[in-house]
Nanobody, 127 residues
Framework: QVQLVESGGGLVQAGGSLRLSCAASGRTFSNYAMGWFRQASGKEREFVAGIGRSGGTTNYVDSVKGRFTISRDNAKNTVFLQMNSLKPEDTAVYYC????????????????????WGQGTHVIVSS
């Protein structure tokens, strides 16, 4: 089992920044590719960003490219999502997810590939 705990959400004005963190415990963190997903009210959960086991591969949904950056610190068992130039449409509950993989490069965008999920952190962007 992998336990994931997100933090760093909050209320921010449009154009502002937030940095989300996700602390993992329970297994060897570097064996897991990590992802961030989000779910806005009344909408399905969507992929935001993914990162491979070593951090050398990243993947983003088009709507956040150039604004969001995913990174990880395997020594601290933590994955981050730096969110800049936030827009009201970024308002959502953000979830951290983990998937065990033998691949060092995989940064899957498929929700079904991730077996472990955090409880979510709320991000509200006011206009």
């Amino acid at each position: 089992q992998v336990q994931l705990v997100e933090s760093g959400g909050g209320l921010v004005q449009a154009g502002g920044s937030l940095r989300l963190s996700c602390a993992a415990s329970g297994r060897t963190f570097s064996n897991y590719a990590m992802g961030w997903f989000r779910q806005a009210s009344g909408k399905e959960r969507e992929f935001v960003a993914g990162i491979g086991r070593s951090g050398g591969t990243t993947n983003y949904v088009d709507s956040v490219k150039g604004r969001f950056t995913i990174s990880r610190d395997n020594a601290k068992n933590t994955v981050f999502l730096q969110m800049n130039s936030l827009k009201p449409e970024d308002t959502a509950v953000y979830y951290c997810a983990a998937r065990f993989t033998f691949s060092l490069l995989s940064a899957s965008s498929s929700e079904n590939m991730y077996a472990y999920w955090g409880q979510g952190t709320h991000v509200i962007v006011s206009s």
